[in-house]
């Protein structure tokens, strides 16, 4: 029961101790009684951190909605390569689904590299290459926005499979800027 007494105690003084130092900062007390009673006793780095923290300002959080869809990428130019075409990009980029379909494939290629392969449920079967990262697992689903590869040099491969023909360039850029809308 005295050691109960002693922790309540303790924790009054504590609490004083803040009050008083906070209504000396902000000049409700005249008197320099936190500083007189506290300075010989305080580790100057931890009670620094820990002033830092009591004395925070308001943040601002901000809040914004999700992107209702995504662009599945953005890039400078396209040129024709093998059965499908290479994209040229600025910066690493994620990509995302531009509908909701099942991932086929995730491997290397000799040609590609790192490639993914998806098939949509429009039918449609979209290959990427030269691929940094698969941010998810063969044989899952996607829904459309999903983040499904990361891009990160200023490659992208990319071949179209729709109605089991394979989209030419022109092509391929209509079907890129239309998944942007």
Known sequence: MLSRKKWMLAFVFVILFFALSKFEKSDVLSTNYSTTLLEPQKPSEVYKKIMTWVNQPD??????????TPPLI????????????????NDSQELFAAENGLIIFT???KKTG???SILYDTGETATFGFLEEFNQLPYTTINTGD????????????KVEQDGEILDTTELVEWLSSEDE
């Open 59 to 68: 943040e601002v959080i901000s809040v914004s909605s999700p992107v209702t």
């Open 114 to 116: 790192k490639t993914l």
């Open 74 to 89: 953005e890039y400078k130019s396209i040129q024709p390569f093998e059965e499908g075409a290479i994209l040229s990009i």
């Open 107 to 109: 491997g290397y290629t």
């Open 147 to 158: 983040i499904f590869a990361t891009v990160a040099s200023n490659l992208l491969y990319v």
